[in-house]
């Protein structure tokens, strides 16, 4: 299921053709999915998304995602001459998603804030960089 068709599923909006007492009912795709962690298997484990579109697509469907949320994408292709170099400008390719992960475990508390700084290393992301989607 696309993040547009799980938005959808989970909107329910007035329309002239069906009745008021008929109104939708069912569960939303990613809290159905999310369903089998329990708080004990992961009480605040991030859910990290990533597009090769606009961090608006993922960010769509935020306000059901049971975790903390986060979602990186690419805001616009015009600045790179292929796909790995976009990845990289908008800081989805891998290194960026692993850090960004991790991250996201320091900050609920799960890893250690060391282990992020040894990827950012590892990956030689530059942290002084000015945000893709302000250049």
Do not use: N, Y
């Not at 990289?88 to 804030?113: C, M, N, Q, Y």
């Amino acid at each position: 299921m696309s993040i547009a068709d799980s938005r959808r599923s989970t909107i329910v909006r007035p329309r002239v053709h069906v009745p008021l007492s008929s109104t939708r009912t069912g569960s939303c795709w990613v809290r159905t999915k999310d369903g089998a962690r329990t708080a004990a298997t992961a009480p605040a484990s991030p859910i990290v998304a990533v597009s090769d579109f606009v961090r608006a697509v993922p960010d769509q469907i935020a306000r059901w995602a049971p975790r903390p949320w986060l979602a990186l994408g690419t805001d616009g292709f015009g600045r790179s001459d292929d796909r790995a170099a976009l990845r990289r400008f908008f800081e989805t390719d891998t290194g960026h998603v692993v850090v960004a992960v991790l991250s996201k475990l320091a900050d609920a508390g799960e890893i250690e804030p060391k282990v992020v700084q040894s990827a950012i290393e590892r990956f030689g992301i530059d942290v002084e960089r000015t945000a893709p989607w302000v250049d």
